[in-house]
């Protein structure tokens, strides 16, 4: 099923866009139709592969294993290749394009929040922080272009705000080896990545009735 539905994820050339809240991923979801079940459960599994490469990246980089951290950033960046083509095939190749070098940025600042984290460099923190958002504010307007009645820019925003705060707490509590604290936060991101996905889906049903 799964396999499934990441094919129709591609072919339909999905992630043009994070939305909305919670709420509005229920409202969705009460209204989509078999395919949009089947788009929204590929959004998960994609959406998904994101967070699991780049906390494989922050475990194996704290380990010093250098091998695994550049399997795992390969990962992360194919996955991120897949959300850009999904794209590409649906809004054209300048899209894909752009949005694979949005979401190029937004690992190269989680990935700098983390050198700085597990160095202990406090003072470099800031700069990591303020490229996360300022990266969530350009993939918000990005997405919202794609489709600014389903997916407003604020929302977006905070959402995406919300996903890079997720990515800095899990470095933090992996650079204090607070694993508990971890696990939970990583819990919490895939509750998150599911609300977007879900909300995602929903919108792209409702943009695009046809196709569904």
Do not use: C
């Not at 959406?47 to 695994?68: M, N, P, Q």
């Not at 070098?101 to 597990?118: C, N, Q, R, S, V």
């Not at 879900?198 to 943009?207: H, M, R």
Request: proline share 2%; no cysteine.
């Amino acid at each position: 099923m799964i396999k499934k539905a990441f094919a129709i994820i591609l072919a339909l050339a999905v992630t043009a866009g994070l939305t909305s809240s919670p709420a509005f991923a229920k409202e969705m979801m009460m209204k989509e139709s078999q395919k949009g079940v089947e788009l929204r459960l590929a959004l998960r599994d994609l959406w998904l592969g994101h967070i699991f490469w780049v906390r494989s990246v922050v475990y194996a980089t704290k380990s010093g294993d250098t091998e695994a951290a550049k399997v795992a950033e390969e990962n992360v960046v194919k996955n991120a290749k897949d959300i850009a083509g999904a794209v590409a095939s649906f809004y054209g190749k300048d899209a894909g394009d752009k949005l694979f070098g949005l979401l190029a940025g937004h690992y190269g600042a989680i990935k700098e929040y983390m050198t700085t984290a597990f160095a202990g460099d406090m003072a470099g923190k800031p700069a990591a922080v303020d490229k996360i958002k300022k990266n969530a504010d350009e993939i918000a307007a990005f997405l919202n272009s794609a489709n600014p009645k389903n997916w407003p820019k604020d929302t977006l925003v905070s959402l995406l705000v919300a996903h890079g705060d997720q990515h800095m707490a899990q470095i933090d509590a992996v650079a204090a080896k607070d694993y508990g604290t971890e696990a939970t936060v990583s819990e919490n991101m895939k509750k998150h990545i599911y609300t977007i996905a879900d909300a995602l889906a929903g919108g792209i049903e409702k943009q695009f009735p046809k196709k569904f």
